[in-house]
C-alpha cells in the first residue's frame, strides 16, 4: 500500500489503518453482535502482525477500554513505526461513557494517554464528541485547549471526531484533520470530505465497513477512491481479514482513479 499523506501535515499514513476499539472494549459497542475481548497473547500477535503488513495508523481512545494500555504495552519499542490517533473528552469506566471537555479534563486525558501508550508524543489527537458536536465547539474550551497543545509541540496534529456535518464544517478553520463516517450507505458527510481537501485538512474514515455491515470488496475502494480521503481505520481482530483488506487497498492505486 502507498502512503497518503495526512492533509497539510508532514505526516505518511497507510491507506489502511487499525482502529483498536475491540482489544479494549466490548460493553455497549455499536456492533451487532457480541464477542470477546482477546487474550494478552492475541493482543500481542495481532499488534506486531497489524504494523507487519505496513498498516502505520493506529487508532485508539482512553474510552476504548484497556485499548492504549495494550497498544503501550506490546509496541512501545516500535513507535517509530506507526502514526499513534487518540481522542479527547470521553471516558469509559464502570460500563459507562462519561463527557468532560473543560481544560483541565483535556490536558490529564493528555498525560493518562501518555502514560498508557509509553509514548513522549502523540501524533494525532481528536475531540471525541458525545453527538452534540456544536455544543461541543461553541461552549467549551476544548478547541482552545487543543489549539494550545498544539503550540506546545505536545500533539503534532489536531481534529474533531463528531457526527453532524454542520459543526464538521465549522471546524475547517483549526483542525489539521477529521474524522467522518462514509462508506456507500452514508454520504452525508460528502461535502465536508470536500471541503476539507480544498482547505488542506486531512480526512480519516472511520466506519467506512458500517461496523462491519458492508463487504470490504466493495466498500473500501468506495471510501478509498475518493481524492479527499486520506485513510480509513478498520477495526478487528481477525489479522486474516487484515491482510485482505490490505491487498484490496492496495489495488485502488491513486485516489480518484
Known amino acids: 500500500m502507498a502512503p497518503r499523506q495526512l492533509g497539510r501535515t ?3 499514513v497507510s491507506p489502511i489503518g487499525f482502529g483498536a476499539f475491540k482489544i479494549g472494549r ?6 451487532g453482535y457480541a464477542y470477546d ?5 492475541e493482543v500481542e500477535q495481532l499488534l506486531h502482525g497489524i504494523l507487519d503488513l ?34 479527547v473528552g470521553e471516558s469509559f469506566t464502570a460500563g459507562l461513557s ?18 498508557r501508550l509509553r509514548t513522549d508524543r502523540l501524533d494525532i489527537v481528536f475531540v471525541h464528541s458525545h453527538g452534540r458536536d456544536l455544543e461541543v465547539l461553541e461552549k467549551t474550551d476544548v478547541v ?3 489549539i494550545d497543545l498544539r503550540s506546545q509541540g505536545l500533539v503534532r496534529a489536531i481534529g474533531f471526531s463528531g457526527k453532524d456535518p ?6 475547517l478553520g483549526w483542525a489539521d484533520v477529521l474524522m467522518v463516517e462514509y462508506h456507500p450507505e452514508n454520504n452525508q458527510h460528502d461535502d465536508v470530505i470536500s471541503a476539507a481537501g480544498e482547505r488542506g485538512v486531512g480526512v480519516i474514515v472511520k466506519k467506512g465497513l458500517a461496523s ?22 478498520v477495526g478487528g481482530l481477525n489479522l486474516g481479514h487484515f491482510r485482505e483488506n490490505c491487498k484490496i487497498a492496495a489495488r485502488v492505486s491513486t485516489p480518484g482513479s
Do not use: W
Request: aromatic share 8%; proline share 6%.
Open 98 to 115: 462519561h463527557y468532560d471537555f473543560s481544560p483541565q479534563a483535556i490536558r490529564k486525558s493528555i498525560e493518562q494517554s501518555l502514560a
Open 54 to 87: 505496513g498498516i502505520n495508523l493506529i487508532d485508539t481512545a482512553p474510552a476504548y477500554g484497556v485499548s492504549e494500555n495494550q497498544i503501550g504495552r506490546y509496541l512501545a519499542d516500535r513507535r517509530n513505526e506507526y502514526t499513534l490517533s487518540t481522542k
Open 26 to 31: 466490548n460493553q455497549k459497542t455499536k456492533y
Open 166 to 171: 454542520l459543526a464538521e464544517q465549522q471546524c
Open 10 to 12: 508532514e505526516i505518511q
Open 212 to 233: 462491519g455491515a458492508l463487504e470490504p470488496a466493495a466498500a473500501i475502494p468506495y471510501v478509498l477512491k475518493n481524492p479527499n480521503v486520506c485513510t480509513m481505520a
Open 37 to 41: 475481548l482477546p487474550s494478552d497473547a
Open 144 to 146: 482552545e485547549t487543543l
